[in-house]
């Protein structure tokens, strides 16, 4: 990269994260001001790059370099936030597409890249994530579009209210034979680049993942009149529950599952608990370990409730695969970075990005930056200029190399 490369970065991070819909804070959800001006702010730097730019309907930001070929590379990420965000999650990604283009200086290439500013990744605002992504590949179910914010309005509103026009959402997707491919930058959210001291790890793959929600029922009782011994305390189960949750994914290399979320009826400090409902995530990237998990987790569920004598509901809320990063785009991103010398340390993912529904109509890869201590969604976020600087030039020798090679 550029002599100046850090420098100019870390003024483009700053700046979009001034952007935000509150004072204290960056908080950038979907069709917001703060998001308007970012998607202003980052299509006229996609526009001094020689970009055309424009928004979809839906509110994807897509700045496209003409090739010699239509036929498309996609490099990119999100720039709207979760609540008291970081600056780099999403952004690092979309800055580095646009460090690419730049670095190209009008030099043509066999195939077109297009940098695309994904609309509402989080799902901060909707409760559905990957919005945009969904939408350009024709993912977007129409059920969908009508997920409200905490004011009810809808994703259908909110795009109406952005001047978009519903009906073009699906002739705008990108069909699989226009895209050669989707590459991604993120900061690792997680501490196991750090640990090994490596500035860019590649992406494996993406977890697949199980939600559930899972309660046990038992009898609400005085806290100071029923005995210990004639008690069915939906607490206690739930407690055993955890811990065994807990010891199973201990067990399994690579397995992680969190309960995240309690509810206690009738929650009150001289009652004893009558019904617990918890939720349940659990992540693996071989999806046979996951169910495997997840079938004997299970039944320590049933014999929890079975030995207090309670009644159990387990509930399956939502369930993805697990996604394999193309082998093609995986080697084209390991040798540049043998190539700079540094090594190819290969890390699954267990957050999902907008690769995941990229996956769908082309070959995805992913590179990871190192952030300090694994933090994000968190002011505290925060990958080193020097480490950007080295996954700039990693995805520049890969673009150079795909040029080159096809
Ligand atoms: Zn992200």
């Known amino acids: 990269m550029k002599a100046n490369f850090q420098k100019s970065f870390v003024e483009r991070i700053e700046a979009l994260g001034k952007l935000s819909e509150e004072a204290d804070k960056l908080t950038r959800p979907s069709f917001t001001p703060s998001m308007r001006a970012a998607n202003v702010l980052v299509g006229s730097w996609m526009s001094a790059a020689g970009m055309t730019v424009r928004q979809d309907t839906i509110g994807n930001l897509i700045g496209r370099y003409e090739g010699e070929n239509p036929k498309t590379l996609i490099i990119g990420s999100h720039i709207d936030t979760v609540r008291d965000a970081g600056k780099y999650d999403g952004t690092l990604g979309v800055l580095l597409g646009l460090a690419i283009v730049e670095a190209l200086e009008g030099k043509k290439l066999p195939f077109s890249i297009e940098v695309i500013a994904f609309c509402d990744e989080e799902g901060l605002r909707f409760h559905l994530s990957y919005l945009g992504s969904r939408a350009i590949v024709g993912a977007l179910d129409e059920k969908q579009l009508t997920f409200a914010d905490a004011e009810g309005i809808s994703i259908a509103e909110a795009i109406k209210q952005n001047g978009g026009v519903i009906s073009r959402i699906p002739q705008e997707a990108k069909k699989p034979e226009e895209v050669i491919g989707y590459l991604e930058a993120h900061i690792e959210q997680g501490p196991v680049l750090e640990a090994m001291n490596l500035p860019i790890g590649i992406v494996s ?20 009149t029923v005995p210990m011994r004639l008690r069915r305390d939906a607490l206690c189960a739930a407690a055993n529950f955890i811990l065994a949750v807990q010891a199973e994914a201990i067990k399994t290399e690579g397995l992680v599952a969190t309960v995240g979320q309690l509810t ?3 929650s009150a400090s001289n009652a004893i608990p009558g019904r617990v409902t918890l939720s349940l995530d659990i992540r693996h990237q071989e999806d046979k370990l996951r169910q495997f998990a997840i079938e004997s987790i299970k039944s320590s569920a049933e014999n929890i409730a079975a030995g207090e004598g309670m009644l159990h509901r387990w509930t399956l809320i939502s369930e993805s695969p697990s996604l394999h990063c193309s082998p093609k785009l995986l080697n084209l991103l390991k040798e540049s970075l043998i190539a700079a010398k540094y090594p190819a340390t290969m890390i699954s993912s267990g957050a999902g990005h907008d690769g995941v529904q ?6 995805i890869a992913m590179l990871f930056v190192r952030c300090r201590g694994g933090i994000s969604h968190n002011p505290l976020e925060y990958a080193a200029p020097s480490d950007i600087e080295i996954a700039a030039d990693v995805l520049l020798a890969a673009v150079m190399t795909l040029a080159k090679n096809g």
């Open 264 to 266: 206690v009826e009738p």
């Open 358 to 363: 990229l996956s769908r109509i082309t070959e």
């Open 205 to 224: 793959g993406i977890a697949g993942q199980s939600r559930f929600e899972i309660s046990f029922t038992g009898e609400a009782g005085h806290a100071g």
